[in-house]
Every structure is written in C-alpha cells, then in structure tokens.
C-alpha cells in the first residue's frame, strides 16, 4: 500500500497562534491560525523539496531548500520571502535542517553528514 503525506515538517510560532506547514512534495509553506483556518499560503522556486523548517524566538521562519541548495527567511505572516540566508555559491548542498542560536547569532544547516554554521546580523 502506497501512502502519501501532505505534512513532512511543522512548526509552531512564539505566541502559540501560527502553525508553519511544509511539504517536501509540495514546494510550499502553508500557515495556519490555531484553529486551523489557512491564513497564507507561499511559493517560491527556492522551496523545491522544501524539507527544514525552524521558527525562531522573535518569531522568524527559516525553511530549507533541499532541490534547491537554499535557506531562506519568510516572514512571520507567512506571505513573503525576507531573505535567502545560505545558497549553494555559500556551500549548501541538499540542506535538511536549520535552526537559529541566539547564544551565537547564527544558522546552524544540517545537510548529508555534515552541518554549516553562517553568522547573521
């Protein structure tokens, strides 16, 4: 039996009140309010096999290209790309997972068998 799943990654915003949705399938970003309702949906080209996905402390979304060699920022509403933090010309290939240190001020990028660490102001 061939099952499908539209959820590949979630994650949940500061003050409890957005729910970020990627699907590697897919190539977007669904945000969603508390109870459910859609309130954006976004596209982009640097999406392709979305697959990590990270909202930081202030409430800034990190999602992972992994077709696309990108990490980008999307802002909090869920309707626009902010920034491309890391590309392949920085060295990411594949990317899986991102996260945010507040400590150290940086984007930690897990791809293949190894992890990237990029400075951000």
């Not at 499908?4 to 009140?17: E, I, K, L, Q, Y």
């Amino acid at each position: 039996m061939l099952l499908c799943f539209a959820v590949d990654r979630c994650a949940v915003s500061p003050t409890g009140d957005r729910l970020y949705i990627i699907s590697y399938r897919q190539d977007k970003l669904l945000t969603l309010a508390r109870d459910g309702t859609l309130l954006a949906t976004y596209s982009d080209p640097a999406l392709h096999g979305s697959h990590g996905l990270h909202v930081t402390p202030a409430g800034q979304v990190l999602v992972c290209g992994y077709m696309s060699d990108t990490v980008l920022q999307v802002g909090w509403e869920g309707e626009s790309k902010l920034a491309n933090l890391a590309t392949q010309e920085d060295g990411v290939r594949l990317p899986v997972s991102v996260c945010y240190s507040s400590t150290t001020s940086s984007i930690i990028v897990g791809h293949g068998d190894s992890i990237q660490v990029f400075r951000v102001e």
